[in-house]
């Protein structure tokens, strides 16, 4: 592709940080698996980094941002995530983390923005999953969008915060019911439907639902 053997080391060197790659042997790389462990601690650091960046931003956030917040979704909503081909959308994605960024944008924290990013990125892996591969339950993402900003608008933390952490996990308990036996274990010796059975347990328990089997 006419890169460079330096750019290449740096750009996997880069990968590898955010766990996005994973060393294979002594000179290859793979994409790290993905895992139901390693989907319900993605879901549980989401959970936390996003609701203190609301909660930053609804406390920060001005008038221009609450402009940039309407108008990101705006966009959003123009948009389904499937393409008129039934593909997923790249676009829809671009304009998903763009409402998610500027959800974010006031929070002032550095770190905490940094965080949001990393996490965005490991949790589209499951994301992409679910929505092109799992028969899974259909979500209002619109709805769901909308509520969020317009807690956020209202100033609203805790309707806000909780509306984004239950956004959060949705991905996950759809695909922790539906699909424990379509993503493999994470290591040897690793109890990897127990650890994602409490991880659902907990989240569906702070719904006030009750949970059943998996199907």
Same mark, same amino acid.
């Given at each position: 592709y006419g890169g460079s053997a330096n750019g290449l080391r740096h750009a =996997?060197? @880069? &990968?590898? $940080? @955010?766990? =996005?790659v994973a060393t294979w042997g002594r000179r290859s790389f793979q994409v790290t698996p993905i895992s139901l462990t390693d989907l319900a601690d993605v879901m549980r650091m989401r959970q936390l980094i996003e609701t203190e960046a609301l909660r930053g931003s609804i406390a920060n956030g001005d008038e221009a941002w609450e402009g940039r917040l309407v108008s990101a979704f705006h966009t959003l909503s123009k948009l389904d995530w499937a393409d008129e081909d039934g593909r997923y959308a790249q676009e829809w994605e671009s304009r998903h983390r763009h409402f998610h960024r500027t959800l974010n944008a006031a929070c002032g %924290?550095?770190?905490l923005l940094r965080q949001s990013e990393l996490f965005y990125d490991l949790n589209a892996r499951y994301r992409h999953?679910? =929505?092109t591969r799992l028969d899974l339950s259909p979500r209002d993402h619109l709805r769901e969008h909308a509520d969020i900003m317009q807690a956020a608008l209202d100033r609203d933390v805790a /309707? /806000?915060?909780a509306l984004i952490s239950t956004h959060m996990s949705k991905t $996950?308990? =759809?695909m922790l019911e539906r699909g424990i036996a379509s993503l493999p274990a994470e290591g040897e010796g690793v109890d990897d439907e127990s650890v994602a059975r409490?991880? &659902?347990d907990s989240e569906l328990a702070r719904a006030g639902l /009750? %949970?059943?089997d998996p199907g």
């Open positions: =996997l060197g @880069e &990968l590898l $940080a @955010e766990n =996005l %924290s550095y770190w999953l679910s =929505l /309707a /806000a915060t $996950a308990i =759809l409490r991880f &659902l /009750a %949970s059943g």
